[in-house]
């Protein structure tokens, strides 16, 4: 029964945006509300500062700062709020990407002026792959933006998903007066620079028509009361379990940076995201509400200190209860671990955890054991799936600079691929290495990594490519004509699975017309 009520409190999101729009605050402003911190500011942004976007030696400095936020737990009304910390910086997205299959829901979030940019559609992308529930937060009303119903167009258009405004804007930027919020029929004034503290000025109005909005918002009344009768006409009533589908994403507007509409968006966001669902294995769906323990890990992070080798590997729990210093079986290795001091994180706290349910985040301390996609159980013999790969966008040839030290550099890489730091893909062609990453930092990070951690040296030679792309087909003669036809193309990723190598999209297109019976996948979720 506790562990029945311990998951249904449950409620693990990530927050994603476009660089610039306003995680972090937000991020911030909840934890804020949540009582987790008490000043703003407290909680160190893992953003990487402007200006540093070539020092990859500034990021791995925060990546310190990102691993005290990796997860920032906490308790807001008797429910316990997971909210998983996603990299602020674009050539990440991978890291992003993962942590994306660990989370129940995501909140959005929207810079009104901006509208919706390329980052936030492509980590969309992910959430519709497995139907997350999505909440838009469109940020910074106090600066003048997008029209809310042209916004609203947008992210329809943009973000291929249907929407329902919760909230409503009365004006913007320096006129601006407020939101009406449609969800508690309350109306939320405007008073500007409160950027501490978390009361607003709230008053309740029950009747729309009533002249005590006029009395508050004056000649922005008659406005609001046609955008509300233009937005029922519009959009269908809000629905729950459309938002639990995954097809319809209710909307709020507000400003983070001066707290405005985040208690709304917190206090909607615990009654309708979902508590932790069920999740795929490779053979069978695992019920949270299980006896037995079962989790994956989806990330690890490495301490770049070589004084200090260890990793930590953050473990999703998805059934059952967690328990300090209990052997569970490593899947993959066929061996039993304890772990004598896991981690539970709670906002800018670390602390030894003796029980963890369902929803829930670990971070286990570890020696080289685990790669991302791991499963733990209780000694069932499991493979969670759902951590998919997607195809790299910049790939190079990695060379051994060193030959005395061939040993180190194969280890260095392997473990660093496990880590997800990169992928790496072996030419069927010539045997050599290709390094296939989201942003050309990581191949920074690699070298220093290899070098520092390893002492193995390495070297970059540029190698054209636009796509990693997976292959498959039922018709095995394609397949064989095709594998001869484009060898000098072909590589096999870390798995030993198949992949076409496409030079330009020109070359993708050739292929995909020519050998129509061969699927091309941009995934590893297929
Ligand atoms: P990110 O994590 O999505 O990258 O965004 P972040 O929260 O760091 O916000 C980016 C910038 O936008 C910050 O300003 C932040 O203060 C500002 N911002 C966030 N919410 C609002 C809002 O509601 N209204 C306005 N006007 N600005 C907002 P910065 O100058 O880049 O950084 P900082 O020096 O303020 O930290």
């Known amino acids: 029964m506790a562990l029945k009520s311990e998951i249904q409190r449950r409620r693990t999101f990530a927050i994603i945006s476009h660089p610039d ?7 911030e402003k909840l934890l804020l509300f949540g009582g987790a911190i008490h000043v703003a500011g407290a909680v160190k942004s893992n953003k990487i500062k402007k200006g540093a976007t070539s020092d990859f030696m500034e990021i791995e400095r925060q990546r310190g700062i990102s691993v005290a936020t990796s997860v920032m737990g906490f308790e807001y009304e008797g429910i316990k709020v997971n909210i998983l910390d996603t990299p602020g910086h674009e050539d990440f997205a991978e890291d992003t990407y993962r942590t994306l299959t660990a989370v129940d829901s995501v909140i959005i979030v929207v810079d009104c002026a901006k509208g919706v940019e390329l980052q936030t559609r492509k980590l969309m992308n992910v959430c519709r792959m497995r139907n997350t529930p999505v909440i838009v937060f469109v940020n910074k009303l106090d600066r003048d933006g997008k ?3 042209e916004i609203l167009d947008e992210i329809e258009r943009e973000l291929d998903i249907k929407v329902r ?9 320096l006129t601006f007066k407020g939101v009406y919020n449609m969800f508690e029929q309350k109306l939320n004034l405007f008073l500007g620079n ?24 004056g000649g922005y009344a008659d406005t609001l009361r046609e955008d509300l009768e233009l937005v029922n006409g519009v959009y269908p009533e809000f629905s729950r379990e459309t938002y639990l589908k995954g097809e319809v994403a209710p909307v709020f507007f507000g400003s983070a940076l001066n707290n405005f509409g985040v208690r709304e968006l917190l206090s909607c966001f615990i009654s309708i995201a979902p508590f932790p669902k069920p999740t795929a294995t490779e053979t069978r769906e695992v019920s949270p509400f299980e006896e037995n323990l079962t989790g994956f890990i989806f990330k690890i992070h490495a301490n770049m200190d070589p004084k200090h080798r260890d990793r930590l590997a953050f473990l ?11 052997p569970y079986l490593h899947t993959r290795i066929g061996k039993r671990l304890k772990f004598s001091s896991p981690t539970a994180f709670m906002a800018d706290k670390k602390s030894v955890v003796d029980i963890a349910y369902p929803g829930d985040i670990v971070g286990l301390h570890d020696t080289g054991n685990f790669k991302i996609g791991d499963t733990i159980t209780q000694g069932e013999q499991l ?32 473990q660093l691929m496990d880590e997800g730091v990169a992928q790496l893909f072996t030419s069927k062609a010539n045997g050599r290495k290709i390094i296939g990453t989201v942003g050309v930092l990581q191949f920074d990070v690699i070298q220093y990594r ?12 540029p190698i054209t490519l636009y796509k990693a792309c997976w292959i498959e087909s039922d018709n095995m003669e394609q397949l064989k004509d095709f594998r001869v036809r484009k060898h000098s193309n072909l590589a096999i990723d870390k798995h ?22 061969i699927k091309f996948h941009f995934s590893t979720e297929f």
């Open 316 to 326: 999703k729990i998805c059934s059952g209860v967690f328990e300090r210093n209990k």
């Open 383 to 414: 493979k969670f799936k759902g951590l998919p790969s997607f195809s790299p966008e910049l790939f190079r040839y990695i060379e051994n600079a060193d030959p005395m030290k061939y040993k180190q550099l194969a280890k260095g890489i392997d």
């Open 450 to 461: 290899l070098e520092h951690e390893y002492s193995a040296l390495c070297r970059y030679e």
């Open 21 to 27: 729009a306003g995680k972090t605050t937000l991020t």
């Open 194 to 217: 409160k950027k501490q503290g978390v009361t607003d000025d709230i008053v309740e109005i029950d009747d729309i028509n009533s002249e005590v909005l006029d009395k508050h918002v």
């Open 147 to 149: 029209d809310p119903f």
């Open 165 to 173: 405004p919760l909230s409503w804007p009365i004006s913007m930027g």
């Open 496 to 517: 030993g699975r198949e992949v076409f190598m496409a030079e330009s999209p020109y070359a993708l297109q050739m292929a995909q017309d020519k050998f129509t019976d």
